[in-house]
Each structure stands twice: as C-alpha cells, then as structure tokens.
C-alpha cells in the first residue's frame, strides 16, 4: 500500500465529527429513502440505527472464538512505513516520559499498584505479525511485542468475570472491549513497535479487533462491568468492532 | 391485495410472495449500495469516489451503521426467497433452461423492437439477467462477510483472495448488481405493462 494512499485518509478522519447519522448529513439518498416516513423525526432513525448497533455487538460476541488465532505474516510482509491513523495529525503525537511514566490501574482490579516500564518489560514477551484491518477499509501489516494481556490481568488480579476492560490514553483518546476478547491469546499490552508514534510507551494490540479499537499511549486500564463507551464509539461506530 | 382465489389465479403473473420479497430486497440494496459508497469513500480502491449526494449515512459510521443493520435484512429476505424458489418450483420453472445463445438472440429482437413479451413469462435474456444477479448478491454476501470477519471467518477471506481482494470482489459484485439495475429499471419503466403487475400481482390486459 502506497503511503502517499495512506496519507489522504487524514483529512477524512479528521471530518469525523459529527455524533448523529443522519441530523447534518441527511443526504439525497437518505431522503428519497425517508420521503413518505415522518421525516422530520431523524431521532426515530437513529434509534433505530442504534438498536441495530446493539444487536450486531451481541451477534459478533456470539460469533467470537476465543481460541480462533488471527492469521500471522512473515518479516517480508510487513508494510512499510506502516501507516500513522489518529483522530488528529501526526505532529500532535503526545510525547510520554519513559523514566516518569506509571500504568495506572483502577475498577475491578486486586492489586492496584502503579506499573513502570522496567516493571512491564520483566515479564515474559512475545511478538506477533499479524492484519490491523481499519474501520475506513484499509489494511496494513506489522510487527508488534509486548506482555500478553491475559498474563497481565491475571498478574494484577483483574476480575475476570467482569464485563469490560477500558483504556484511558495521553492523547485523550478512550476506548473499551470486552472481556473475552482481551483474555484472547494474541491480545497483547505492546511495548516494542516500530516507531513511537504509534504509542510509545504503551499499547494495545488486539488483531481480533479493528485498528479504532488498538488504543496507543494508554495511561490507565480499568476493569468495570458498566459501560465505558469509547472515542469513537460515542460518536456512532459499533462498539463490538470485532474482526 | 389479496389475491381472488380459484378461477383469478391463472391471471396472478407474480405470487404475493414473490412480491414481498421483491421489493424488501429492493429496499435492502438500495440501502447497502448506497451506504457502501460512503464507505468505500472512506478508503477508496480506485482513483475515483461517489458523490457524497449519492450516498446514504452523512458519515462513514453513519453509512456503516446502515449498512450492517440492512445486512440482516438482506440476507434474511434473501434466504426466504432461495428458499420460496427452490420449494415452489419457481427457479425450476421459470429460471431454467438457461441458454445464452436464446439470451443473446433476445437481446437482438429486443433491441430491433420484436421481442414479445409474454406476462409472466421470462425471456431468455431475463433469465439470465436475474440468475445473474440473485449470483452477483450472494457474491456480494460472502465477500462482505470475508471483509467484515477476517479472522473469526478466516476460512472464507481466504477462500475470497485474502482480505484486499475481497474488498475487490465485493466492489465488482457491486458493480454488476448496479449494473442490472440500470438495466432493469430501465425496462421496467420503459416497457409498457410490467411496472403495475409487480406490485399487484396481475396482468393489467388479462389474456
């Protein structure tokens, strides 16, 4: 994939904006479809659209297989540069303090002890090569290593039973995922990567999932069985986004 | 309308079922075409993208959300047609032989005005037209799953090409369903007595 492609995503991403479906973007096509309907009620739409989202998460909690491994690529698969996806431009980056920085914890964990990085860098690692598929459409492959996040949870005495696990990032970005699907055996807590950029010092890498729910530069995990949203899940995208 | 039972029936040229499913599934495409160019948009395949007046969402998670809400409706619809034309003989009867050589043949008295047209029954040309696109919307189905599930239905991406080039099957199944369309709207609109029968069911000049 060329980055030249890549880079004219940017913008788009960055009209992301608005919350309803359809309230400022009813377009020709929405309205042929509604003539006849009431109209003026977008909100009927919406909730409607909304229930639909609901439905799909539960159906794609159902499909999901716990045990059922993303595909893994080789060395020379990877793409290179590997593209840079935020919900802002790539020279608003946050840039973290290694030295200084805690992994925060909170919610329904036992141990609730702060994380350093030399800390998170002693327990056993592992890497992978696998698809980050974004929710635009586009692919890339990369290289990703760091603690598997069931070690983790398990490490610091999450409650596995609970509902979600929910990410708090330093560039105030936010999202959450269930907890199967972090307990799943390729969901890893990267810390290696191949530039800072994609969140350095701590992130996410969860291929069963889509790229919009792999937080970068997480500041804090917490455990909690009520619904934690996320960025763009607050904003319409289906919260399951699962791959 | 109900249909008038016994000695009507011969003059019923397409069951109420046939009905149904055709114009939700109408709807249904309507919606995921329209909402796909939004999101096609999003990350655009080839040089080019839909006019955003032609799409349907206001936003790709807008589109998205339309999209994988009609899906169910698509696919249940669709379900409930194989199903109606396998059991009731309508494929059977109405779909089969397929002969593109009769096809073509059609096309020709067609476009020199001297194809009859016989209510309720369809030529070679339609044949293979709507076996062609009942084919191109279960293309579209599977290579939508293939993108939408790569690693929980690995199996089928990889039966599809691998994740890109699902996404180029399902853009040209698009494209052939769009392109029936244009033609079967276009007849639809443009010959005289066919539009009205599939909304009632009858022939309006009953033979």
Redesign the interface.
């Known amino acids: 994939m060329k980055p030249s492609r890549l880079s004219a995503f940017r913008p788009k991403v960055a009209r992301l904006e608005r919350r309803s479906f359809i309230k400022q973007g009813l377009s020709l096509g929405a309205l042929s479809l509604l003539s006849g309907c009431t109209l003026k009620d977008d909100d009927a739409v919406d909730r409607l659209l909304s229930a639909m989202s609901r439905f799909n998460d539960k159906m794609q909690a159902a499909l999901f297989d716990p045990t059922k491994l993303a595909p893994t690529y080789s060395e020379a698969d990877l793409t290179t540069p590997f593209p840079f996806n935020a919900y802002y431009e790539e020279k608003d980056v946050p840039l973290v303090d290694g030295e200084s920085y805690r992994l925060q914890l909170s919610g329904l964990i036992a141990d609730k002890r702060p994380w350093r990085l030399e800390e998170l860098r002693a327990l056993p690692q592992s890497s992978q090569i696998t698809r980050l598929v974004c929710v635009e459409g586009w692919s890339a492959i990369g290289k990703w290593r760091g603690v598997a996040f069931r070690h983790f949870l398990e490490r610091i005495g999450a409650d596995l039973t609970a509902r979600y696990v929910s990410f708090r990032c330093a560039d105030k970005y936010y999202s959450s995922i269930d907890m199967p699907s972090a307990l799943h055996p390729q969901t890893l807590l990267a810390l290696d990567f191949s530039d800072a950029k994609y969140g350095y010092p701590l992130r996410l890498r969860i291929p069963t999932k889509l790229g919009f729910k792999n937080p970068k530069f997480i500041g804090e995990i917490f455990v909690t069985n009520d619904y934690p949203g996320g960025y763009w899940e607050d904003k319409g995208y289906n919260w399951f986004s699962g791959s | 309308m109900a249909d008038a039972a016994g000695a009507e029936k011969p003059q019923t040229i397409h069951p109420l079922f046939i009905r149904a499913t055709h114009w939700v599934n109408a709807f249904a495409i309507?919606?995921m075409v329209?909402s796909g160019w939004r999101?096609?948009n999003?990350?655009p395949?080839f040089g080019f993208e839909f006019p955003?007046?032609?799409?349907?969402?206001?936003?790709?998670?807008?589109a998205?959300?339309?999209h994988?809400?009609a899906m169910?409706l698509l696919a249940l619809n669709g379900m409930a047609y194989l199903a109606y034309g396998i059991v009731s003989g309508h494929f059977r009867r109405d779909f089969f032989p397929i002969s593109f050589k009769r096809a073509l043949n059609d096309v020709v008295l067609a476009s020199r005005g001297r194809l009859d047209h016989a209510p309720g029954r369809y030529n070679a040309a339609q044949r293979l037209l709507y076996v062609g696109v009942i084919l191109a919307v279960i293309v579209a189905i599977f290579s939508g799953l293939a993108?939408w599930?790569?690693?929980?239905l690995?199996g089928l991406t990889a039966l599809m090409g691998g994740?890109?080039t699902a996404?180029l099957v399902h853009f040209f199944a698009m494209a052939a369903i769009v392109a029936f369309l244009v033609v079967h709207i276009a007849l639809a609109v443009g010959v005289k007595g066919v539009l009205a029968p599939m909304f009632t069911g009858r022939a309006e000049a009953p033979r």
């Open positions: 309507f919606v329209l999101i096609y999003a990350s395949i955003p007046g032609f799409t349907l969402g206001g936003w790709l998670a807008g998205l959300a339309w994988f809400a169910w993108i599930k790569p690693v929980q690995q994740y890109d996404r």
